[in-house]
């Protein structure tokens, strides 16, 4: 959820598959608001094409509540990243937003070459686009790409990576903090993790309001199992309950 959430070389060849994910790796989440399961959530990374011909890795995102959950706050969260296989760079993000009364759809179309992108905004008053184009560095990335650029690095406790990142019309350098090492029960057993907070100027899939922590195994596939974040009506924390693709051997009763 708001959340989320490779970069292993970039001079790695395209055909080479990157150590930190698997193609078609699928993470599915149960979703908790307190004690309550509110909804699903899912991450997934496959290999595509862009305008017929350019590889990308093409990262989705979902998140919804379940129908109990629906009478009180309905979400309804897609995002989409298409993100370059050669030099690891975003292309295109796409964001559609539903979270009860609110509404949004923006669209950042990238071009590295050229160093600038057209950031799309829809006014359902007006139902029209909004268009502004802005300069961005040459190794941009967007929120979802960001966390697989991450999950492809050197990570410790302590320290911080940054990831340069363009999203919501803005480009900035954001900085992971690598806080600590906690041991935690998760569908692999129970195995050590690194917690991490993004430091995010932007919103990813929820409406985020408050600090976004995230457990990554500590190894190097940086699976994310746990995000923990403060949302628009609460506090929500979301937990890996299944897996497809991953080189981690389930232990899920």
């Not at 989705?60 to 969260?77: E, G, L, P, Y």
């Not at 932007?202 to 746990?226: M, N, R, S």
Request: proline share 4%.
């Amino acid at each position: 959820m708001k959340h989320t959430i490779a970069l292993l070389c970039l001079l790695l060849a395209a055909s080479l598959l990157p150590a930190e994910f698997m193609p078609g790796e699928r993470l599915t989440y149960k979703v908790k608001y307190g004690a309550i399961t509110a909804g699903e959530a899912t991450l997934m990374i496959r290999e595509d094409t862009f305008r017929d011909t350019t590889p990308v890795w093409r990262i989705t995102s979902q998140a919804s509540t379940n129908s109990f959950f629906d009478n009180i706050f309905k979400v309804r969260d897609e995002i989409e990243s298409l993100w370059e296989k050669n030099r690891r760079v975003s292309l295109r993000f796409t964001k559609k937003l539903h979270e009860g009364n609110y509404r949004q759809l923006r669209t950042h179309s990238y071009y590295p070459d050229q160093k600038f992108s057209i950031y799309s905004r829809f006014n359902f008053k007006r139902q029209t686009y909004d268009e502004t184009r802005i300069d961005i560095p040459a190794n941009t990335q967007d929120v979802l790409s960001a966390l697989y650029t991450v999950r492809g690095m050197q990570l410790a406790p302590g320290k911080s990576v940054w990831v340069q990142v363009v999203a919501d019309g803005r480009a900035y350098n954001a900085e992971v903090r690598v806080l600590r090492r906690e041991t935690e029960k998760t569908i692999f057993g129970k195995i050590p993790c690194l917690v991490i907070e993004p430091v995010l100027q932007g919103e990813a899939i929820f409406k985020q309001t408050g600090k976004i922590y995230i457990w990554l195994t500590d190894d190097k596939w940086h699976i994310p199992v746990k995000v923990q974040s403060k949302i628009v009506f609460g506090s929500f924390y979301a937990v890996l309950d299944d897996a497809d693709q991953v080189a981690l051997k389930l232990e899920k009763d």
